[in-house]
């Protein structure tokens, strides 16, 4: 067993050997032999091990071992001093995928600093190996218990994504070995680990053109189960399919044409829609919602599609009670205002594709007309909801308030004669993507520059201040001389010539202001 002097002296005459290091094997020997010492000599074999892994091929194997052993040792620091190293055994050339799967194994670790020692330790590993690092990482997500699950997929879908474009853009094999593994891995998560696995695929570079794309909504296709003899209409299987159909509508948005999954929502899942759970039922008219716009499909295709999608809407939507005598308030029944409007939506965007549907003869006014019956009524729910919502707190009351608001919006279009399937709304389960800009104001009397603003999701502009005036005076209207003189600019005259054109006399130059915008250890290979 080697002390941390031993350790010291094999150390410098296996560094002042030269090119005649692999020579000594003995000192190699006895620095692999440290992992059995103290705490210190531990800490140091597992440096000195790397610096010179590649001069002993023969010994490759024994000192990948005695890595390992201390990547489980009982302390914290020789662990980490083992992890920090283990990535600099890899070797050219060589299958390094059992060193990828004990850094996935390890990215379990309770401990914050060791587990950010291990997310470095494979940060290097995907920049040396890229392939045995995500060979380790997939089959974690494969094959692992929950957490190191849990873990591998939260790796892949955070730090894999932002270094696609280092490490698989310019290497097509690797965008290939990606598509096969994920396509694996698919069957083996659920939820937002569906989504982390697929936001991997939609940033591949292969799969920004069509051609790519169309592969995306193939593979999801394929795992929804749409090529089996009976279509999934239950359980897990059901879940997972509808996942697959949402996650499609980002491709079809990309060109992939929505067909395959549109008609098995529409055909297989509505028809049972009101026999559902509450969360299925929710999530499969969020997936047509999301497949809906832009709806690229034939026309012939959409109106068959009308029908049922009414049929379900119609049921969803809550029935308009008789008067009373007494003419009291009927009481507003529980309604899924989410559902209802990502259903509305759907049907909202076929009856805009096929517009005879419920205005073109005697059987179509009578659709519009029970159906403008549920929707007054339903709007009369959504404005006593509304007062209700507005006092509450939380993300689901606000999700379910933007969802009324857009189902407001809805109601009107179809209420209008003939309906106008003019409404655009953005829907309460999509995150908006606000982007914050400033008024840049011109800078010069003969150069000027539009005032630009982005908008938020509400239709308003923001903003700033140009720099040398004050709120107030910003807020004030120009008049007289002020307003001349910027009108001047803007033409690009000189403002002092537009002033003595107008009998004005003399007067300063007006400069803009320019706006800033912010934007378990344990292997078990």
């Known amino acids: 067993m080697a002390d941390v002097e031993a350790l010291y002296k094999s150390y410098g005459v296996l560094a002042d050997a030269g090119e005649k290091v692999n020579e000594h094997n003995s000192e190699y020997e006895a620095i692999i032999q440290g992992t059995k010492g103290s705490t210190s000599a531990k800490r140091l074999a597992a440096d000195f091990i ?6 002993f091929p023969d010994m490759a194997d024994q000192a990948i071992e005695a890595q390992l052993d201390l990547c489980e040792d009982e302390d914290a620091m020789v662990r980490q001093a083992a992890i920090k190293a283990l990535p600099m055994l890899c070797r050219d050339g060589s299958d390094n995928s059992q060193i990828g799967d004990v850094l996935a194994q390890l990215l379990q670790s309770d401990s914050a600093i060791e587990a950010k020692v291990v997310r470095n330790a494979m940060v290097t590993l ?11 990482l997939f089959y974690q997500i494969v094959s692992a218990e929950v957490l190191a699950k849990e873990r591998a997929v939260s790796f892949l879908g955070t730090t894999v994504v932002d270094m696609l474009p280092q490490i698989a853009h310019p290497h ?18 659920a939820g937002s680990q569906f989504t982390s696995v697929m936001s991997v695929l939609r940033k591949l570079k292969s799969q920004a053109n069509l051609a790519g794309t169309q592969k995306l909504a ?5 795992v929804a189960g749409f090529a089996n003899e009976a279509p999934p209409t239950e359980g897990d299987a059901l879940q997972r399919a509808l996942t697959c159909a949402y996650e499609a509508s980002f491709l079809c948005k990309r060109g992939a ?5 549109v008609e098995y929502i529409v055909n297989t899942v509505l028809p049972i829609l009101s026999s559902l759970p509450a969360e299925t039922q929710l999530s499969a008219c969020k997936a047509l919602a999301a497949l809906a716009h832009p709806l690229a ?11 049922p999608t009414l049929a379900a809407l119609m ?11 007494d003419d009291t308030a009927p009481a507003v029944p529980e309604i899924s205002y989410p559902a209802v409007e990502s259903l509305l939506f759907a049907f909202h965007q076929l009856a805009k594709k096929t517009a005879t549907f419920l205005h073109s003869d005697e059987e179509a006014t009578t659709r519009l007309r029970l159906l403008k019956v549920r929707l007054q009524f339903l709007g009369l729910c959504c404005q006593s909801a509304s007062r209700d919502l507005k006092a509450s707190e939380g993300e689901t009351a606000k999700t379910s308030l933007k969802a009324i608001q857009n189902i407001s919006i809805l109601i009107k279009s179809f209420l209008k004669v003939p309906p106008a399937y003019q409404a655009s709304i953005t829907l309460s389960f999509v995150k908006p993507v606000v982007a914050a800009a400033a008024i840049t104001a011109p800078t010069s009397a003969t150069s000027s520059t539009p005032a630009t603003a982005a908008a938020d999701t509400t239709g308003a502009q923001k903003r700033t201040v140009p720099s040398g005036t004050d709120a107030d005076s910003a807020k004030r209207p120009m008049t007289g ?19 003595s054109s107008s009998g004005n006399g003399s007067g300063s130059s007006w400069r803009g202001g320019r706006g800033r915008g912010r934007g378990r250890r344990g292997r078990n290979y």
């Not at 499909?297 to 029908?307: A, R, Y």
């Open 481 to 499: 001389k002020a307003l001349r003189e910027q009108y001047a600019a803007e033409r690009g005259r000189n403002p002092q010539q537009e002033q």
């Open 50 to 55: 790397c610096k010179f892994f590649t001069q």
């Open 297 to 307: 499909m034939k026309p012939e295709d959409l109106s068959v599609l009308c029908e």
């Open 126 to 136: 995907l920049r040396k190996d890229t392939k045995s690092a995500l060979a380790g």
């Open 218 to 222: 193939d593979i999801l296709a394929e």
């Open 257 to 261: 044409p929505p067909k395959v999954f």
């Open 172 to 189: 097509p094999e690797i965008e290939e070995f990606i598509i096969s593994e994920a396509k694996n891995t698919l069957d083996h998560v």
């Open 315 to 325: 049921a969803l939507l809550p029935e308009a009670p008789q008067p009373s005598e």
